[in-house]
C-alpha cells in the first residue's frame, strides 16, 4: 500500500470509491477484477 505513494500509477486511493472485493495490483495499481495475476505486469496477486 505505502508504494502507493511513490506516484506515477493511476493507483487509487485507499477508501476511495472502489466497489467491496475490488482488488488492484500491489505492483503497479492495475485493477485486477478477480485475476489471479496482474493483466498489466504479471504480478501474482493473493
Ligand atoms: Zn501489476
Do not use: D, Y
Not at 466497489?19 to 485475476?35: D, E, I, S
Amino acid at each position: 500500500m505505502a508504494a502507493n505513494m511513490m506516484g506515477g500509477t493511476a493507483a487509487p486511493a485507499a477508501g476511495a470509491a472502489a466497489p467491496a472485493g475490488a482488488k488492484f495490483c500491489p505492483n503497479c495499481g492495475t485493477p485486477t477484477n478477480g485475476a489471479k495475476f496482474c493483466s498489466n505486469c504479471g504480478t501474482q496477486l493473493g
